[in-house]
């Protein structure tokens, strides 16, 4: 803490304090979706075959597409701190709009992933996952749960993103202050690393 | 200010990152059509560990920043497991 001590008798700012807050948060996330996960396994434990049925409804190539989306936005919002490091705003706003197209992107694909499946029956009480039995409604629960409060989630980072980036234009966050940004970045990460397990789990059920 | 101090990764480093984390996607989905049993929740979970761990150490800066984030990470990851553990604990000697 003897970097912030320097500081203090000007402005009152702890950049050390935010980010630590920041990633408290994110364990509190973790363990969040942790118990999902845990769910999961449980249920697929004992629903082996109902699962990997439930699996193979899912549209694979969605998935991927939205994964390499996600994980080049992961790319691009850490580049857009490096940008903002170095004093180059112009990259910065660059980096960090492209991040937020590609997240309203992911939701595109999301709203059509969905709407596929919900138009054939395949949601919480529909018709057709019903006759599947219940493994495979457990599969669905699961799939719209996790996969929905991660929709939540991308939802909050593009209101992150909106903000910062005009936060960023109005030069309230450049090179000296830019802990926003890194939060920001931070939550992002955090989104893409939940999708990382996602992905395998739902999609490539084998 | 304090800034200077801080380690700026390069958009190089970055792209790195990227690319390791999208070649790992293509064999994630390569491997599902190898038929190995249960192992290929394993490999898929191995697999997806290791881009989660290229995403903490790189893009949330775990390798550069002050340790105590990824000892406390490290923590959290440990709890989780250890909770996982004890669940298939209870239910394989139900």
Redesign the interface.
């Known amino acids: 803490m003897e970097?912030?001590a320097?500081?203090t008798s000007h402005v009152h700012r702890d950049?050390?304090a935010d980010?630590?807050g920041m990633?408290l948060f994110i364990?509190t996330e973790?363990?969040l979706f942790?118990m999902l996960f845990?769910m999961y396994?449980?249920y697929r434990?004992?629903n082996p075959v109902a699962f990997q049925l439930g699996g193979e409804e899912i549209d694979?190539v969605i998935g991927?597409i939205n994964?390499?989306i996600l994980?080049?936005s992961?790319?691009t919002v850490?580049?857009s701190?490096?940008a903002i490091?170095?004093g180059k705003k112009t990259q910065a706003l660059l980096f960090l709009g492209t991040t937020l197209i590609i997240a309203v992107v992911f939701l595109v694909n999301k709203y059509f992933e969905w709407g596929t499946k919900i138009e054939y029956g395949f949601y919480p009480g529909g018709e057709a996952l019903l006759e599947l039995g219940h493994g495979t409604v457990l599969f669905f629960g699961l799939y719209y749960i996790m996969s929905g409060i991660h929709a939540l989630h991308i939802i909050i980072g593009i209101g992150l993103f909106i903000y910062v980036f005009q936060q960023i234009r109005a030069e309230k966050i450049h090179?000296?202050d830019y802990v926003w940004l890194e939060n920001t970045?931070?939550y992002w990460?955090l989104v893409?690393?939940i999708w990382?397990?996602l992905?395998?789990?739902f999609y490539?059920i084998? | 200010?304090?800034?200077e101090?801080?380690h700026?990764?390069?958009?190089k480093s970055?792209?790195l990152?990227?690319l390791a984390?999208?070649i790992l996607?293509a064999a994630?989905?390569a491997v599902?059509s190898v038929e190995m049993g249960a192992y290929?929740?394993l490999v898929?979970?191995l697999?997806?560990g290791a881009?989660?761990t290229l995403?903490?150490l790189?893009?949330?800066h775990l390798r550069f920043?002050?340790k105590?984030?990824a000892i406390?990470?490290a923590f959290?990851?440990v709890?989780?497991l250890l909770?996982?553990f004890v669940?298939?604990f209870d239910?394989s000697y139900r």
């Open positions: 970097k912030n320097e500081h950049d050390e980010k630590l990633w364990f973790l363990l942790g845990l396994a449980v434990y004992r694979v991927v994964t390499v994980l080049i992961s790319a850490a580049m701190i490096t490091q170095r090179k000296t970045g931070l990460h893409d690393l990382i397990f992905f395998p789990l490539l084998h | 200010m304090s800034e101090k801080h700026i990764s390069s958009y970055h792209l990152v990227l984390l999208l996607t994630s989905v599902t290929n929740t898929a979970m697999l997806a881009k989660a995403v903490l790189w893009f949330m920043d002050n105590i984030y406390f990470t959290v990851i709890l989780f909770v996982l669940t298939f239910y």
